[in-house]
């Protein structure tokens, strides 16, 4: 098999209890996650910080506030064939270390429909063993999201069978808090029924990491950009064409301590310089246009080098268009080729 079939992106169906769901999203990444647990610097980091107190707080704010997301652990955790304690810190990841390898580029442009454009950046570890997952899980909303082995679906971007879509961008602040884990709340807004309990929902929660999102739903008018930290919460309505990288932009966020890293910096920028060159392009190519320049051969928005300063690669776009009554939504797991899946008829793909 070449190397470029390996990385093309799977699609799996995975229903029943919260723990059931946990398990089938285990035993689908199990092979990927005992190699990157062997191997990879990012969980040598974290084993090193497996005294953190902020731990065992966030474990007990999950069991007790969201304890169908800890069945989901649970769950995840067998299906990994892992102890429960390596998982709950893997997806903990973001909160307790800032420069976990997660990144990503969205591009919002507001309109009828709404336009979103998501570049999922990851550990090029994870090329080839990621999936867009099916998720019928009881007691909440269907969806369909993108999934990396080993963590709960939601931090990435997905649509709900609500019509709710959310994109998700890494954030590194210098300060965390002992609340919620930013992957358990990015799992939580997926079953929420609308955007203003998807808000609330924020607002209510104690919060440990930071995470930027785009939240729109079909038949509401907002486009939200949202970033919040352990201490902030700033929610945005978009009513002019923005970009998004990895650091808090808005202005009652951005002046936060935070890691900004050569990636991300270029990246807004360019993305911002893009913006304003591609007026006249219809919003679907306007978005992939962005998402897909590697016009800067140190720092690309599509960033496709192995030795990654960040350690990071665009392993799928999306694009979504959400409209009045429906969300059409494309996935590409290759730049510049025809989507892998066309999401069009709802939250499995169907034949282009």
């Known amino acids: 098999m070449s190397h470029d079939a390996l990385r093309r992106l799977s699609f799996i169906d995975v229903a029943g209890s919260p723990y059931d769901v946990g398990a089938a999203l285990g035993r ?13 610097a990012a969980w040598r980091e974290l084993t090193a910080r497996r005294a953190d107190p902020r731990i065992g707080m966030m474990a007990t704010i999950v069991r007790e506030r969201f304890p169908r997301y800890w069945a989901e652990l649970q769950g995840l955790a067998a299906g990994l064939e892992l102890p429960f304690e390596d998982v709950f810190l893997w997806n903990c990841r973001g909160d307790i270390w800032a420069m976990a390898p997660d990144g990503c580029t969205t ?20 090329a080839g063993h990621c999936a867009l997952a099916h998720v019928a899980s009881e007691g909440g909303n269907e969806f369909t999201a993108f999934i990396y082995p080993g963590s709960l679906p939601g931090h990435t971007f997905a649509t709900t069978s609500k019509g709710l879509i959310q994109t998700v961008n890494n954030i590194r602040p210098l300060a965390g808090g002992a609340g919620t ?34 939240l729109a739903q079909a038949g509401d008018e907002r486009l939200l950009s949202v970033e919040f930290t352990a201490q902030a919460l700033s929610v945005d309505r978009v009513e002019t064409a923005r970009v998004h990288s990895n ?41 992939r246009g962005i998402l897909w320049d590697a016009a800067d ?5 599509y960033r496709t080098d192995p030795a990654d300063s960040d350690v990071e ?40």
Request: negative net charge.
């Open 28 to 40: 689908f990444g199990r092979a990927a996650l005992h190699d990157h647990f062997r191997t990879s």
């Open 107 to 126: 591009v919002q442009l507001p309109g009828s429909p709404h336009v979103i454009g998501h570049n999922e950046d990851g550990d090029p570890d994870f």
């Open 181 to 214: 884990p930013r992957m358990v709340l990015a799992r939580a807004m997926l079953d929420a029924p609308g955007l203003d309990e998807a808000v609330a929902l924020l607002r209510s929660a104690p919060r440990a990491g930071a995470f930027h999102l785009t």
């Open 247 to 287: 650091h808090l932009i808005h202005a009652d966020t951005g002046r936060m301590s935070q890691v900004v890293t050569g990636s991300s910096g270029v990246r807004q920028r360019r993305g911002e310089l893009l913006l304003g060159q591609t007026l006249q392009s219809d919003p679907q190519g306007r978005a």
């Open 297 to 301: 051969p140190e720092l690309p928005i």
């Open 313 to 352: 690669n665009t392993l799928a776009s999306a694009v979504f268009c959400v409209g009045a009554d429906k969300v059409e939504w494309a996935v590409y797991d290759e730049a510049h080729e025809a989507a892998r899946f066309d999401m069009r008829d709802g939250l499995v793909p169907v034949a282009r």
